[in-house]
T-cell receptor, first 117, second 112 residues
Framework: KAGVTQTPRYLIKTRGQQVTLSCSPI?????VSWYQQTPGQGLQFLFE???????NKGNFPGRFSGRQFSNSRSEMNVSTLELGDSALYLC????????????????FGSGTRLTVV | GENVEQHPSTLSVQEGDSAVIKCTYS??????FPWYKQELGKRPQLIID?????GEKKDQRIAVTLNKTAKHFSLHITETQPEDSAVYFC???????????FGQGTELSVKP
Protein backbone atom coordinates (compact mmCIF):
# COMPACT_ATOMS: atom_id res chain seq x y z
CA LYS A 1 0.00 0.00 0.00
CA ALA A 2 1.07 3.60 -0.49
CA GLY A 3 3.18 5.18 2.22
CA VAL A 4 2.96 8.60 3.80
CA THR A 5 3.14 11.27 1.09
CA GLN A 6 4.46 14.74 1.74
CA THR A 7 4.31 17.57 -0.76
CA PRO A 8 6.17 19.47 -1.93
CA ARG A 9 9.56 17.78 -1.43
CA TYR A 10 11.50 21.03 -1.64
CA LEU A 11 10.50 24.63 -1.08
CA ILE A 12 12.35 27.94 -1.06
CA LYS A 13 10.66 30.93 0.56
CA THR A 14 11.62 34.46 1.51
CA ARG A 15 11.61 35.79 5.05
CA GLY A 16 8.20 37.14 6.01
CA GLN A 17 6.29 34.90 3.64
CA GLN A 18 4.02 32.09 4.69
CA VAL A 19 4.08 28.45 3.60
CA THR A 20 1.72 25.48 3.63
CA LEU A 21 2.95 21.89 3.65
CA SER A 22 0.80 18.84 2.99
CA CYS A 23 0.82 15.32 4.39
CA SER A 24 -1.32 12.45 3.11
CA PRO A 25 -1.32 9.54 5.58
CA ILE A 26 -1.43 5.85 4.87
CA UNK A 27 -4.96 4.78 3.99
CA UNK A 28 -6.91 4.07 7.17
CA UNK A 29 -4.56 6.05 9.41
CA UNK A 30 -6.35 8.75 11.38
CA UNK A 31 -3.46 10.32 13.30
CA VAL A 32 -0.93 12.67 11.71
CA SER A 33 2.00 14.11 13.67
CA TRP A 34 4.39 16.79 12.49
CA TYR A 35 8.08 17.22 13.35
CA GLN A 36 10.77 19.77 12.56
CA GLN A 37 14.25 18.34 11.97
CA THR A 38 17.32 20.56 12.08
CA PRO A 39 21.00 19.70 12.55
CA GLY A 40 21.17 21.67 15.78
CA GLN A 41 17.88 20.73 17.45
CA GLY A 42 17.24 17.26 16.10
CA LEU A 43 13.67 16.06 15.71
CA GLN A 44 11.18 18.26 17.54
CA PHE A 45 7.47 17.55 17.86
CA LEU A 46 5.18 20.24 16.47
CA PHE A 47 1.66 18.87 16.85
CA GLU A 48 -0.60 15.88 16.27
CA UNK A 49 -4.02 15.73 14.70
CA UNK A 50 -6.51 12.94 15.16
CA UNK A 51 -9.99 12.91 13.67
CA UNK A 52 -9.66 16.57 12.62
CA UNK A 53 -8.77 17.71 16.17
CA UNK A 54 -5.40 18.75 17.56
CA UNK A 55 -4.61 16.12 20.18
CA ASN A 56 -1.07 17.10 21.18
CA LYS A 57 1.02 20.22 20.81
CA GLY A 58 4.74 20.91 21.11
CA ASN A 59 6.54 24.06 22.18
CA PHE A 60 6.53 26.08 18.99
CA PRO A 61 5.30 29.65 18.54
CA GLY A 62 1.83 30.40 17.23
CA ARG A 63 3.27 31.05 13.76
CA PHE A 64 3.16 27.27 13.36
CA SER A 65 -0.32 25.90 12.89
CA GLY A 66 -1.98 22.91 11.37
CA ARG A 67 -5.24 21.30 10.48
CA GLN A 68 -6.63 17.98 9.41
CA PHE A 69 -9.35 17.25 6.92
CA SER A 70 -12.09 14.64 7.02
CA ASN A 71 -10.01 12.33 4.79
CA SER A 72 -7.19 12.54 7.40
CA ARG A 73 -4.89 14.55 5.15
CA SER A 74 -3.13 17.23 7.14
CA GLU A 75 -1.56 20.56 6.38
CA MET A 76 0.79 22.66 8.41
CA ASN A 77 1.23 26.37 7.93
CA VAL A 78 4.07 28.62 8.97
CA SER A 79 3.41 32.35 8.83
CA THR A 80 5.94 35.18 8.82
CA LEU A 81 8.83 32.89 7.98
CA GLU A 82 12.18 33.38 9.70
CA LEU A 83 15.60 32.16 8.62
CA GLY A 84 15.57 29.76 11.56
CA ASP A 85 12.52 27.98 10.15
CA SER A 86 14.73 26.39 7.49
CA ALA A 87 14.44 22.69 8.22
CA LEU A 88 13.20 19.31 7.11
CA TYR A 89 9.54 18.99 8.09
CA LEU A 90 8.43 15.42 8.62
CA CYS A 91 5.00 14.03 9.20
CA UNK A 92 4.14 10.61 10.55
CA UNK A 93 0.84 8.78 10.41
CA UNK A 94 -0.62 5.97 12.50
CA UNK A 95 -3.95 4.35 13.18
CA UNK A 96 -3.97 6.39 16.36
CA UNK A 97 -7.22 5.24 17.89
CA UNK A 98 -7.86 4.54 21.57
CA UNK A 99 -5.95 1.52 22.74
CA UNK A 100 -3.71 1.26 19.68
CA UNK A 101 -1.14 3.81 20.81
CA UNK A 102 1.85 3.20 18.55
CA UNK A 103 1.10 -0.45 17.97
CA UNK A 104 -0.05 0.05 14.47
CA UNK A 105 2.06 1.52 11.77
CA UNK A 106 3.63 4.75 12.99
CA UNK A 107 5.33 5.67 9.72
CA PHE A 108 7.22 8.74 8.59
CA GLY A 109 6.97 10.45 5.25
CA SER A 110 10.07 11.54 3.34
CA GLY A 111 9.66 15.14 4.42
CA THR A 112 9.54 18.62 2.92
CA ARG A 113 12.84 20.49 2.86
CA LEU A 114 12.06 24.16 3.51
CA THR A 115 14.71 26.79 2.91
CA VAL A 116 14.06 30.36 4.01
CA VAL A 117 16.24 33.02 2.37
CA GLY B 1 9.90 19.03 31.24
CA GLU B 2 9.93 16.15 28.81
CA ASN B 3 13.45 15.29 27.77
CA VAL B 4 15.42 12.44 26.23
CA GLU B 5 19.20 12.48 26.31
CA GLN B 6 21.18 10.29 23.94
CA HIS B 7 24.87 9.31 24.00
CA PRO B 8 27.23 9.22 22.27
CA SER B 9 26.61 11.74 19.50
CA THR B 10 29.06 9.94 17.21
CA LEU B 11 30.25 6.35 17.28
CA SER B 12 32.80 4.70 15.03
CA VAL B 13 33.32 0.92 15.07
CA GLN B 14 35.04 -1.69 12.97
CA GLU B 15 32.91 -4.06 10.92
CA GLY B 16 31.96 -7.03 13.05
CA ASP B 17 32.21 -5.17 16.34
CA SER B 18 29.24 -4.32 18.56
CA ALA B 19 27.74 -0.85 18.97
CA VAL B 20 25.82 0.43 21.98
CA ILE B 21 23.79 3.64 22.12
CA LYS B 22 22.26 4.82 25.39
CA CYS B 23 19.29 7.04 26.20
CA THR B 24 17.86 8.50 29.38
CA TYR B 25 14.35 9.84 29.72
CA SER B 26 12.96 12.23 32.29
CA UNK B 27 9.27 11.39 32.65
CA UNK B 28 8.55 8.20 34.56
CA UNK B 29 5.14 8.06 32.85
CA UNK B 30 6.81 7.14 29.55
CA UNK B 31 5.65 3.73 28.38
CA UNK B 32 6.92 3.27 24.83
CA PHE B 33 10.47 3.53 23.50
CA PRO B 34 11.16 3.20 19.76
CA TRP B 35 14.47 3.39 17.92
CA TYR B 36 14.76 4.86 14.44
CA LYS B 37 17.44 4.63 11.80
CA GLN B 38 17.83 7.51 9.37
CA GLU B 39 20.10 7.23 6.37
CA LEU B 40 21.31 10.37 4.67
CA GLY B 41 18.49 12.09 2.80
CA LYS B 42 15.91 9.52 3.84
CA ARG B 43 13.06 9.31 6.30
CA PRO B 44 13.46 7.84 9.79
CA GLN B 45 12.56 4.15 9.86
CA LEU B 46 11.58 2.16 12.93
CA ILE B 47 14.07 -0.61 13.64
CA ILE B 48 12.89 -1.85 17.02
CA ASP B 49 10.71 -0.73 19.92
CA UNK B 50 10.03 -1.72 23.50
CA UNK B 51 7.20 -1.12 25.93
CA UNK B 52 7.50 -0.40 29.62
CA UNK B 53 6.24 -3.85 30.68
CA UNK B 54 9.21 -5.55 28.95
CA GLY B 55 12.87 -5.42 29.97
CA GLU B 56 14.50 -6.62 26.77
CA LYS B 57 13.63 -7.28 23.15
CA LYS B 58 15.72 -8.76 20.39
CA ASP B 59 15.41 -8.89 16.62
CA GLN B 60 18.29 -10.68 14.89
CA ARG B 61 21.38 -8.45 15.37
CA ILE B 62 19.50 -5.70 17.17
CA ALA B 63 18.40 -5.64 20.80
CA VAL B 64 16.97 -3.04 23.11
CA THR B 65 17.06 -3.07 26.90
CA LEU B 66 15.00 -0.98 29.30
CA ASN B 67 15.69 -0.13 32.94
CA LYS B 68 12.58 1.62 34.22
CA THR B 69 14.02 2.29 37.66
CA ALA B 70 16.99 4.16 36.23
CA LYS B 71 14.97 5.53 33.29
CA HIS B 72 17.55 4.22 30.85
CA PHE B 73 17.18 2.32 27.60
CA SER B 74 19.84 1.17 25.19
CA LEU B 75 20.24 -0.09 21.65
CA HIS B 76 22.70 -2.90 20.98
CA ILE B 77 23.82 -3.82 17.48
CA THR B 78 26.00 -6.89 17.15
CA GLU B 79 28.17 -7.97 14.20
CA THR B 80 27.96 -4.51 12.67
CA GLN B 81 28.05 -4.12 8.91
CA PRO B 82 28.84 -1.07 6.74
CA GLU B 83 25.15 -0.79 5.86
CA ASP B 84 24.43 -0.14 9.55
CA SER B 85 26.09 3.27 9.09
CA ALA B 86 23.40 5.90 9.68
CA VAL B 87 22.02 8.24 12.33
CA TYR B 88 20.10 6.45 15.08
CA PHE B 89 17.46 8.17 17.19
CA CYS B 90 15.88 7.00 20.39
CA UNK B 91 12.48 8.32 21.44
CA UNK B 92 10.03 8.13 24.29
CA UNK B 93 6.28 8.39 24.34
CA UNK B 94 4.53 10.10 27.21
CA UNK B 95 0.96 9.35 26.28
CA UNK B 96 -1.14 7.23 23.98
CA UNK B 97 -1.20 9.81 21.23
CA UNK B 98 1.14 10.47 18.34
CA UNK B 99 3.78 12.45 20.21
CA UNK B 100 7.36 11.23 20.42
CA UNK B 101 10.19 13.00 22.24
CA PHE B 102 13.44 12.25 20.43
CA GLY B 103 17.02 12.11 21.57
CA GLN B 104 19.60 14.14 19.68
CA GLY B 105 20.78 11.25 17.54
CA THR B 106 23.92 9.15 17.22
CA GLU B 107 25.88 9.06 13.99
CA LEU B 108 27.16 5.51 13.66
CA SER B 109 29.99 4.81 11.26
CA VAL B 110 30.96 1.19 10.56
CA LYS B 111 34.35 0.91 8.91
CA PRO B 112 35.06 -2.06 6.63
Amino acid sequence: KAGVTQTPRYLIKTRGQQVTLSCSPISGHRSVSWYQQTPGQGLQFLFEYFSETQRNKGNFPGRFSGRQFSNSRSEMNVSTLELGDSALYLCASSLGGAGTGFRDGYTFGSGTRLTVV
Amino acid sequence: GENVEQHPSTLSVQEGDSAVIKCTYSDSASNYFPWYKQELGKRPQLIIDIRSNVGEKKDQRIAVTLNKTAKHFSLHITETQPEDSAVYFCAASYNQGGKLIFGQGTELSVKP
